[in-house]
């Protein structure tokens, strides 16, 4: 389907041509029609799916019906300053012919940010594009009026649960008109985003996506690999396939850093990704990266959603995901905007078990690659590690307590235990 078969403005069609958008994306043939006719919506959609427009357009096509107002007529809640920022700018391009403005706002600033963000807020606007916790100290100051809010929308709602804002959420809904239209975008739908649609959503249209198959311009493979031979195989690979726009996904902070002090040794042109950066720090990566300053980017699952970067080259997980929807959000970082890209997962003797579950998800198996011998050469993909050795020395069975030892006084620690709430 293409765009000039929805019911949109020739405002909206325009944006849309000159911004090379032609093709609707499943989520955006099957959410468009369904918001446009007043109802509420829930949509199952993994990142990279064309979601952002799915929910834009229909709020961009009634806005830039009437005239300009500086009231806030629609909230867009989001995880991260990132993917703020990134829809931000996608509002721009949709609307660069109607006149709706449009308001970021995020932590991660000083005290000139907040006041920036509040002096903008003052002077109004009717989109707003928030990450939970910053929209909610701006309300708490008394100068944010949702009263004439008309639409509300949830994107990456799974995410922003996973990250606590789920009461954010709620305060921020029970400041808004009971009669609106609510949009809520989610890659998964566990029990706990489930609830959510309850209570904010009315009678909703679902819409559910094939979430968790990757796309077939992504060449997988996976190396068949022991644990301590990864770092001597990720830079064969950044010789042999491409060393160049590449992210790279280790379990944690700790690995991150690691290996990004192993690579820097080697001369490799990389930053770092995880929590423990401040936001200003994030922001110079992230621009250093877009900018090619910077050729690999080693992270944390911080980035296997909501960061919109089309020409990444390939993606490497260092180390098995947990889960294989995050998998596929891992690997979607690559192949985008009709682009081909690559998949490389190195699977070490603990990632076994959890490769061979991503592969029953994706129901076939991954193409493997081959290990040079000068690398030890192929491994046998049956061995397995335990997930969690034991420490050396202790053995598999309770060992006898000695002779002399007294019985352990369970009571001893009563004095710091906390009190039980009263009922």
Same mark, same amino acid.
């Given at each position: 389907?293409?765009?000039?078969?929805?019911?949109?403005?020739?405002?909206?069609?325009?944006?849309?041509?000159?911004?090379?958008?032609?093709?609707?994306?499943?989520?955006?043939?099957?959410?468009?029609?369904?918001?446009?006719?007043?109802?509420?919506?829930?949509?199952?959609?993994?990142?990279?799916?064309?979601?952002?427009?799915?929910?834009?357009?229909?709020?961009?096509?009634?806005?830039?019906?009437?005239?300009?107002?500086?009231?806030?007529?629609?909230?867009?809640?989001?995880?991260?300053?990132?993917?703020?920022?990134?829809?931000?700018?996608?509002?721009?391009?949709?609307?660069?012919?109607?006149?709706?403005?449009?308001?970021?706002?995020?932590?991660?600033?000083?005290?000139?940010?907040?006041?920036?963000?509040?002096?903008?807020?003052?002077?109004?606007?009717?989109?707003?594009?928030?990450?939970?916790?910053?929209?909610?100290?701006?309300?708490?100051?008394?100068?944010?009026?949702?009263?004439?809010?008309?639409?509300?929308?949830?994107?990456?709602?799974?995410?922003?649960?996973?990250?606590?804002?789920?009461?954010?959420?709620?305060?921020?809904?029970?400041?808004?008109?009971?009669?609106?239209?609510?949009?809520?975008?989610?890659?998964?739908?566990?029990?706990?985003?489930?609830?959510?649609?309850?209570?904010?959503?009315?009678?909703?249209?679902?819409?559910?996506?094939?979430?968790?198959?990757?796309?077939?311009?992504?060449?997988?493979?996976?190396?068949?690999?022991?644990?301590?031979?990864?770092?001597?195989?990720?830079?064969?690979?950044?010789?042999?396939?491409?060393?160049?726009?590449?992210?790279?996904?280790?379990?944690?902070?700790?690995?991150?850093?690691?290996?990004?002090?192993?690579?820097?040794?080697?001369?490799?042109?990389?930053?770092?990704?995880?929590?423990?950066?401040?936001?200003?720090?994030?922001? *110079?990566?992230? /621009? =250093?990266? +877009?900018?090619?300053?910077?050729?690999?980017?080693?992270?944390?699952?911080?980035?296997? !959603? #909501?960061?919109?970067?089309?020409?990444?080259?390939?993606?490497?997980?260092?180390?098995?995901?947990?889960?294989?929807?995050?998998?596929?959000?891992?690997?979607?970082?690559?192949?985008?905007?009709?682009?081909?890209?690559?998949?490389?997962?190195? *699977?070490?003797? /603990? =990632?076994? +078990?959890?490769?061979?579950?991503?592969?029953?998800?994706?129901?076939?198996?991954?193409? !493997? #690659?081959?290990?040079?011998?000068?690398?030890?050469?192929?491994?046998?993909?049956?061995?397995?590690?335990?997930?969690?050795?034991?420490?050396?020395?202790?053995?598999?069975?309770?060992?006898?307590?000695?002779?002399?030892?007294?019985?352990?006084?369970?009571?001893?620690?009563?004095?710091?235990?906390?009190?039980?709430?009263?009922?």
């Amino acid at each position: 389907m293409t765009f000039e078969e929805l019911d949109l403005t020739d405002d909206v069609l325009d944006a849309l041509y000159d911004m090379n958008f032609s093709e609707c994306t499943p989520i955006q043939e099957q959410a468009i029609p369904a918001a446009l006719s007043g109802r509420d919506l829930i949509a199952v959609a993994q990142t990279g799916t064309g979601k952002t427009a799915a929910f834009l357009l229909p709020v961009i096509n009634e806005l830039g019906k009437r005239e300009a107002s500086d009231k806030v007529k629609c909230v867009v809640m989001t995880p991260t300053r990132e993917l703020a920022m990134q829809i931000d700018a996608q509002m721009d391009g949709f609307s660069y012919f109607l006149p709706i403005s449009s308001l970021a706002i995020y932590g991660g600033t000083d005290g000139a940010g907040f006041a920036q963000q509040q002096r903008a807020l003052k002077s109004g606007a009717e989109v707003i594009i928030a990450t939970p916790g910053r929209l909610l100290a701006h309300l708490q100051m008394g100068y944010v009026d949702l009263s004439e809010v008309e639409f509300f929308i949830l994107d990456e709602a799974d995410r922003m649960l996973d990250m606590g804002f789920y009461d954010d959420i709620m305060q921020i809904a029970a400041r808004l008109p009971e009669h609106r239209h609510t949009f809520m975008f989610s890659a998964t739908m566990p029990p706990k985003i489930q609830k959510l649609a309850k209570t904010v959503l009315n009678d909703p249209v679902e819409i559910k996506i094939a979430v968790s198959r990757p796309t077939e311009k992504i060449a997988q493979s996976a190396y068949i690999c022991s644990e301590r031979g990864k770092n001597a195989l990720l830079c064969h690979i950044f010789q042999n396939v491409s060393s160049q726009r590449v992210i790279v996904f280790a379990s944690s902070k700790l690995k991150v850093k690691e290996l990004c002090r192993e690579l820097r040794k080697r001369h490799y042109k990389v930053a770092e990704m995880h929590s423990d950066l401040e936001q200003k720090e994030r922001d *110079v990566v992230m /621009r =250093d990266f +877009r900018n090619a300053h910077i050729d690999i980017l080693v992270a944390t699952d911080i980035l296997s !959603r #909501g960061i919109d970067i089309d020409d990444i080259s390939m993606v490497v997980n260092f180390d098995v995901p947990h889960d294989p929807e995050d998998y596929v959000h891992r690997i979607g970082r690559t192949a985008r905007a009709n682009a081909d890209g690559i998949a490389i997962t190195l *699977v070490g003797e /603990r =990632d076994r +078990r959890k490769f061979k579950f991503i592969e029953d998800f994706l129901g076939y198996q991954v193409k !493997r #690659g081959e290990i040079p011998a000068e690398l030890g050469g192929p491994v046998n993909e049956s061995e397995i590690a335990d997930e969690k050795p034991r420490r050396p020395g202790r053995s598999k069975g309770r060992r006898d307590k000695p002779s002399n030892s007294k019985p352990r006084d369970k009571r001893r620690n009563n004095k710091f235990r906390k009190p039980k709430k009263e009922e």
